[in-house]
């Protein structure tokens, strides 16, 4: 995990978890802009493939949808 120590990893999101498409060590929240370690990715939208940094991020993308 080194080589890929702050770089933006692109995962596809599934119903009960993510398959990483290209290395990184974190993602970055869709509505706030903040990084996320991927070990700490609780919240994500599989309809709209992006992560969220907590259950507020996720309520808030999904109350603008």
Same mark, same amino acid.
Do not use: K
């Given at each position: 995990m #080194?080589? @890929?120590?702050? /770089?933006?990893?692109?995962?596809?999101y #599934?119903? @009960?978890g993510f /398959?990483?498409?290209?290395g990184?060590d974190?993602?970055?929240?869709?509505?706030s802009g903040?990084a996320?370690p991927?070990?700490?990715?609780?919240?994500?939208?599989?309809?709209?493939?992006q992560p969220y940094?907590?259950a507020?991020e996720a309520t808030?993308?999904?109350?603008t949808?």
């Amino acid at each position: 995990m #080194l080589m @890929n120590a702050g /770089r933006e990893a692109r995962l596809h999101y #599934l119903a @009960n978890g993510f /398959r990483v498409l290209t290395g990184g060590d974190h993602v970055v929240c869709a509505v706030s802009g903040v990084a996320i370690p991927l070990d700490e990715l609780r919240y994500w939208s599989v309809a709209r493939q992006q992560p969220y940094a907590s259950a507020v991020e996720a309520t808030q993308a999904e109350q603008t949808a």
